[in-house]
């Protein structure tokens, strides 16, 4: 069963880091475009970054360049999403994702079900 679980999500106050996980099983995450997405209630699901199967070329949304880091590790079958200097404007679901469009950050097939990050003193 092919399956993606986040990791991580939680509080942290204004401009603290956290490091969210994203594990795969019954599939090999190395072959796929990977991709982190956040949700706000009442808000459409927006691409946050997005990285290739191939040469980890990486897409970033412009509010988090330069703070987020995405990251894999295919030993681990796991990607990550290191964001520093967080904003009570990154609280959001996180989902990770994977196998779609990396430079549109779009079309991804398999789902997380989100870990919930949530910025505020």
């Known amino acids: 069963q092919l399956q993606l679980v986040e990791s991580g999500g939680g509080l942290v106050q204004p401009g603290g880091s956290l490091t969210l996980s994203c594990e795969a099983s019954?599939?090999?995450?190395?072959?796929?475009?990977v991709g982190w997405f956040r949700q706000v209630p009442g808000k459409e699901r927006e691409g946050v970054s997005c990285?290739?199967?191939?040469?980890?070329?990486?897409t970033y949304t412009d509010p988090v360049k330069g703070r987020f880091t995405i990251s894999r590790d295919n030993a681990k079958n796991t990607v990550y999403l290191q964001m520093n200097s967080l904003k009570p404007d990154d609280t959001a679901v996180y989902y990770c994702?994977?196998?779609?469009?990396?430079?549109?950050?779009?079309?991804?097939?398999?789902w997380g079900k989100g870990t919930l990050v949530t910025v505020s003193s």
């Open positions: 990285m290739a199967d191939i040469g980890g070329r990486t």
């Open positions: 994702a994977a196998a779609g469009n990396w430079k549109t950050c779009s079309s991804m097939r398999y």
């Open positions: 019954g599939f090999t995450l190395e072959y796929y475009s």
